[in-house]
């Protein structure tokens, strides 16, 4: 059965700062892996996906690296904004098509 | 280009009775995925809808059931209403011909009291 973990569960940083988040998973035999953004009682707003074949993506300031074989993800906030204060979930597709999300690491950028 | 829509936005039910959630996917999408979220969790993955048949499904018992529209719209039905249904219902929509990123909407917020 597959488990996604999230650490830390919580941060908060100053501004300016670079940060990565983290996510791991137990089953290796993924389809792709999704980082997503979720400010408080809103919807998900997708950031990066990386297919199970790829590295890592790039977007902006946001950069997701995937480790297929360690089961790990991270997701580097680079130059850190009071914006991007919110919670962010990784998200793992299996083989299987059943997606399981982390239970999220609330960031606090401070100003 | 319209987004995933979802209504109603906010709900409240009393326990036992039944409650039917909507979802409309983002244009070019044809599967939908229904999630619960509680409240400080990560959603959890209810099932999951492509060509109107329900292709995966999760830990959820059977009170929680879904339909897909010819025109990829989709809903969530939820019967004998618990107070631990009470969490965001959020719906995303992907592309099974393309990477299968999915697109969330904004949810519909239960509560059952």
């Known amino acids: 059965k597959q488990e996604v973990t999230q650490i830390p569960a919580a941060l908060s940083v100053p501004e300016g700062e670079n940060l990565v988040l983290n996510c791991s998973f137990t089953?290796?035999?993924?389809?792709?892996l999704q980082w997503f953004r979720q400010d408080p009682g809103k919807g998900l707003t997708s950031l990066l996906l990386?297919?199970?074949?790829?590295r890592e993506q790039t977007s902006g300031r946001l950069n997701a690296s995937l480790d297929k074989s360690s089961g790990r993800s991270t997701l580097y906030i680079a130059a850190s904004q009071p914006g991007d204060s919110a919670t962010y979930l990784c998200?793992?597709?299996?083989?299987?098509?059943?997606?399981?999300f982390g239970k999220g690491t609330r960031l606090h950028i401070l100003p | 280009d319209a987004g995933v829509t979802q209504s109603p936005t906010h709900l409240i039910k009393t326990r036992g009775q039944q409650v039917t959630l909507r979802c409309s996917p983002k244009?070019?999408?044809?599967?939908v995925s229904w999630y619960q979220q509680a409240l400080g969790q990560g959603p959890q993955f209810i099932f999951q809808?492509?060509?109107?048949?329900?292709?995966q499904r999760g830990n959820f018992p059977d009170r929680f059931s879904g339909h897909q529209f010819p025109n990829y719209s989709s809903e969530l039905n939820v019967n004998a209403l618990l107070l631990g249904d009470s969490a965001l219902y959020l719906c995303?929509?992907?592309?099974?011909?393309?990477?299968?990123?999915?697109?969330f909407g904004p949810g519909t917020r239960l509560t059952v009291t």
């Open positions: 995303a929509s992907s592309f099974a011909g393309g990477t299968y990123e999915q697109y």
């Open positions: 089953d290796s035999a993924i389809y792709n």
């Open positions: 990386i297919q199970s074949s790829q």
């Open positions: 998200a793992v597709r299996g083989g299987d098509d059943k997606i399981i």
């Open positions: 244009s070019g999408h044809d599967t």
């Open positions: 809808y492509y060509e109107e048949e329900e292709r």
